[in-house]
């Protein structure tokens, strides 16, 4: 499965707590990267500045769904399970 160009669930639900070119405290949860775009296109892709937990997670139906809303929801669960 590939990402729905635009989503962006993922680099705005998740919390990334590793530094980010930008973010030097890392990503709170449901706070917009400073790396997206306007049309929420990730700067870093394929780069090598781009945090691992980005670079290593996969789109797959059960995270994704069938819409943007379902891929909110379900990152914003999982977030939920593992806050601190």
């Given at each position: ?40 296109l990730?700067?870093?892709f ?19 769904g069938?819409?943007?809303?379902h891929?909110?929801?379900?990152l ?9």
């Amino acid at each position: 499965m590939d990402c729905r160009l635009g989503c962006a669930a993922c680099c705005i639900v998740i919390s990334i707590s590793t530094p980010i070119p930008g973010m030097p405290e890392g990503k709170p949860a449901g706070v917009r990267c400073i790396n997206l775009t306007p049309e929420n296109l990730c700067r870093l892709f394929n780069k090598p500045e781009r945090p691992t937990v980005c670079r290593t997670l996969r789109p797959c139906i059960d995270m994704c769904g069938e819409d943007n809303e379902h891929a909110f929801r379900f990152l914003s669960g999982l977030e939920e399970l593992t806050k601190p």
